[in-house]
């Protein structure tokens, strides 16, 4: 009986010496994050703007502490940031695994959108200067940038470009081509009112574009045309619908 009682006071005594080894282990590993690494193809943002951005984040963290879930959640709040991949490096580092956003337009002037129609936040870094220009009510970025995909590819085979596209808050359509003119395309018979459009600018429009200011195309056998000089459209149609 004396010597169980000494082997398990034994047991005892050397879980107690581990569990302090193990805690003094621990603090000495869970020491101060020093060193941050930033990887992945980085064409806009820049690694020095996102370092700059993460940094803050992992201020008075330490290394084993750190919570590398919510981490990530707080380093996806920085707009150029589609995904990010977070590990330790020993002895005192974090890499950062960023994916950055790739935006095909801009979407309501201050913001972009990426190609699942998802917006973020640019500033302060600069977006390319070529995206066409989005807009719409709010939660229908998605819908604008399919339709803005749609008429692209039916103006690129007209030799157009479209510019700019906006859905107004009522549910009315208008655009921007490439030389200047708006079109209003209202909220109906969208694509009998287009193709009134190809019809009109092949045949006459198409010639006279810098002189036209805006083409109306809400009606229901004709188009409006707006031009240059003119205080009042010629209307081409009969009564105007939406």
Do not use: C
Request: glycine share 12%; aromatic share 8%; proline share 5%.
């Amino acid at each position: 009986m004396a010597a169980r009682r000494g082997t398990l006071l034994g047991l005892v005594l050397l879980g107690l010496l581990i569990g302090a080894g193990g805690k003094a282990l621990w603090v000495w590993l869970d020491r101060p994050i020093e060193r941050v690494s930033i990887r992945g193809e980085l064409h806009y943002a820049g690694a020095d703007y996102l370092k700059a951005q993460l940094a803050p984040l992992i201020r008075g963290r330490t290394w084993l502490s750190v919570d590398l879930g919510e981490l990530r959640e707080r380093a996806l709040a920085v707009g150029w940031l589609e995904e990010v991949r977070l590990r330790r490096e020993w002895p005192n580092a974090l890499t950062f695994e960023l994916t950055e956003q790739v935006p095909v337009a801009r979407w309501n002037d201050g913001q972009l959108l990426n190609g699942e129609g998802e917006p973020f936040d640019f500033a302060p870094v600069s977006p390319p200067g070529d995206l066409p220009d989005l807009a719409g009510p709010s939660g229908s970025s998605e819908e604008v940038l399919d339709y803005y995909a749609e008429l692209s590819g039916r103006f690129e085979k007209m030799g157009l470009e479209l510019r700019q596209l906006r859905l107004e808050a009522r549910g009315a359509w208008r655009f921007q081509l490439d030389d200047g003119v708006w079109v209003m395309l209202g909220r109906s018979d969208r694509e009998a009112r287009l193709g009134r459009l190809e019809a009109a600018w092949q045949r006459e429009l198409g010639e006279v574009a810098s002189h036209i200011r805006y083409i109306d195309l809400r009606y229901p056998n004709g188009v409006s045309v707006a031009w240059h000089g003119e205080t009042e459209p010629v209307e081409e149609g009969a009564e105007q619908q939406g």
